[in-house]
């Protein structure tokens, strides 16, 4: 089981990013998906999640500016991120959860990606 984090990239205060997690060597269509992120000297926190009907929950500082979605034909979870700020400079880390409702705890997820890194300069 592999999760392929990748889209993160350098970019300034205002602009958008993408982040893209595919998953291979299984299909994770009865199970949440989230992401998290982790910045330099804090720990991990949670970004945002999303249960295997597509029904989502977020952290209140992305909420209305975050957007989490999956493509379950392509085994496909997006977090399109709008109106970046300095503050969500971070690794960001897709994750699949061992349920299939949406969840923020870091335990609830068995399987992990990589991370991309997202920097925002201000």
């Known amino acids: 089981v592999q999760l392929q984090a990748s889209g993160g990239g350098l970019v300034r205060t205002g602009d958008s990013l993408r982040l893209t997690c595919a998953a291979s060597g299984r299909t994770f269509s009865n199970n949440a998906l989230g992401w998290f992120r982790q910045a330099p000297r804090k720990e991990r926190e949670f970004v945002a999640s999303?249960?295997?009907?597509?029904?989502?929950y977020y952290a209140d500082s992305v909420k209305g500016r975050f957007t989490i979605s999956r493509e379950l034909n392509k085994n496909t979870l997006y977090l399109q991120m709008n109106n970046l700020e300095p503050e969500d400079t971070a690794v960001y880390y897709c994750a699949a959860a061992r349920k299939s409702f949406a969840a923020s705890q870091s335990s609830d997820y068995a399987h992990w990606g990589q991370g991309t890194q997202v920097t925002v300069s201000s």
């Open positions: 999303i249960s295997w009907k597509s029904d989502t």
